[in-house]
């Protein structure tokens, strides 16, 4: 694969199992939407399960071609994507408790850097330290931040860095490459500003309502 663009490096981190799909049912679309606002964009997913909005402030907004939501703010490219945790997490009928948050999030973590290592063609005897701490958001969430490093091969991107929560039934996920020379708590912080505007909904929102409202000057 050519590596001397990188957007094709960060296609590439970026191969997760989903699809974004938008289904229409009674003036509700499925899927992601995104809305502008003021100070950026207002992105929003409807789901089945939950559904969610999360608020992109940037002065520069650019969609990057992706199957996912990807994007770049003001020059750092960003992913949001939900994956759903029956993919890394099994019954177990012989468990006395359902799996905490964390559980769920260190599963999805493992299954993850398993995926990558096996993308990018990683020796089993030389896979990468994956550091990793949880973080609370707005008081009560738990989030889990980690990083995943690339291979010396990928002269372009150092490290991909992972920001999950846990939504209903699927974890939340934003993800964003450092470039080489980029300082890592720098994209951390966008990570963190960015998840800490996230609002759940048990009901889909209408994208046209909402962008009515917001168009007439409710902050979203």
């Known amino acids: ?3 001397s663009s990188l957007t094709k490096s960060i296609a590439l981190i970026f191969l997760i199992s989903f699809v974004c799909v938008k289904v229409q049912a ?3 679309e499925y899927g992601y939407s995104a809305i502008k606002t003021e100070s ?8 089945k ?6 608020e992109v402030k940037a002065k520069e907004i650019n969609p990057i071609e992706s199957q996912n939501m990807m994007f770049s703010a003001d020059g750092q490219v960003l992913q949001v994507l939900r994956v759903e945790n029956s993919k890394f997490i099994k019954p177990n009928a012989d468990a006395k ?14 299954w993850e850097s398993d995926y990558l290592n096996e993308v990018l063609k990683v020796d089993s005897k030389a896979k990468p330290e994956i550091k990793f701490e949880f973080v609370t958001v707005n008081g009560d969430r738990t989030a889990l931040y980690w990083e995943y490093p690339m291979p010396a091969s990928y002269t372009e991107v150092s490290k991909q860095l992972f920001l999950s929560t846990v939504v209903g039934q699927k974890v939340l996920i934003i ?3 450092i470039k080489i020379g980029a300082t890592r708590q720098d994209v951390k912080d966008i990570m963190l500003k960015l998840i800490s505007t996230l609002k759940i909904s048990k009901t889909p929102y209408d994208v046209n ?12």
Do not use: F, W
């Open 1 to 3: 694969m050519k590596k």
């Open 26 to 28: 009674q003036n509700i």
């Open 40 to 47: 950026g964009i207002l992105l929003v997913h409807n789901d």
């Open 49 to 54: 399960d939950y559904s969610l909005t999360l």
């Open 97 to 110: 408790t359902s799996p905490t948050d964390k559980d769920i999030l260190q599963a999805h973590k493992i």
């Open 175 to 177: 993800g964003a490459p």
């Open 209 to 220: 309502v909402l962008a009515e409202e917001i168009r007439k000057g409710k902050k979203p």
